[in-house]
């Protein structure tokens, strides 16, 4: 079983629609999430940034975190054909282990958003 | 902010030959980066965490010979294949961390081909 799993899609969907993107891990040291989005042949962008649980909102994008379930969320709102991109969550652990600073990541889910 | 760029964004070198890649953090101090390899419809595989001033840690399976890793100062880290072979040839891309938390910021990334 992978730490992080991440279902590879493809997501596609119409203009305007929200889109949910999901992730599950196994580690219960991570305390640092990430989602950042990759368009083709790039390196990621940095999405969101979350420490623990709770939600993060960025103005179309809403990142939840739930420590209990495992299990971490983006939401876009409002998507727009140029959000058509990979998206990858990522999480580490906090100072003093061994996998500090590590990322972990999902396999990434592509999007496309058609107008 | 939080700004990474690499350099060059792509090359093509002959099998035999060396190939050094650039990254840089423009508009923070780093005293950790990393370095991960992508292959085509993958996720991103962490190949060596790099530290200011000490030796590089490698991840398993990677030849620390064969990837050179040079973190001579807080905003610059390099990457050296050795002897470059087909296989080499790959998307690399470089990220710095951002402070004591998780955050990572990604650079665009460098395109390798090896004739």
């Known amino acids: 079983q992978k730490e992080v799993e991440q279902d590879p899609g493809p997501l596609s969907v119409p203009e305007g629609a929200i889109v949910s993107l999901n992730c599950t891990y196994s580690?219960?040291?991570?305390?640092?999430f990430m989602w950042y989005r990759q368009y083709s042949r790039k390196g990621p962008e940095l999405l969101m940034y979350?420490?623990?649980?709770g939600n993060k909102e960025d103005g179309r994008f809403t990142a939840q975190v739930d420590k209990s379930s495992k299990y971490i969320s983006l939401f876009i709102r409002d998507s727009q054909p140029s959000d058509s991109a990979t998206y990858l969550c990522?999480?580490?652990?906090?100072?003093?282990?061994?996998?500090?600073?590590?990322?972990?990541f999902g396999q990434g889910t592509i999007l496309t958003v058609h107008p | 902010g939080a700004v990474v760029s690499q350099h060059p964004s792509r090359v093509i070198c002959k099998s035999g030959t060396s190939v050094k890649i650039e990254c840089r953090s423009l508009?923070?101090?780093?005293?950790?980066m990393f370095w991960y390899r992508q292959f085509p419809k993958q996720s991103l595989m962490l190949m060596a965490t790099?530290?200011?001033?000490?030796?590089?840690?490698?991840e398993q399976g990677v030849e620390k010979d064969k990837f050179l890793i040079n973190h001579a100062s807080l905003t610059l880290s390099t990457l050296t294949v050795t002897s470059a072979h087909p296989e080499d040839s790959s998307f690399y891309i470089c990220?710095?961390?951002?402070?004591?938390?998780?955050?990572?910021?990604f650079g665009p990334g460098t395109r390798l081909t090896v004739t």
């Open positions: 990220s710095a961390r951002l402070g004591g938390g998780g955050e990572q910021y």
């Open positions: 580690n219960s040291a991570f305390q640092y």
């Open positions: 979350t420490y623990s649980s």
């Open positions: 990522a999480m580490s652990a906090p100072p003093g282990g061994t996998s500090y600073g590590k990322l972990t």
């Open positions: 508009d923070f101090q780093a005293t950790t």
């Open positions: 790099s530290n200011e001033g000490s030796k590089a840690t490698y």
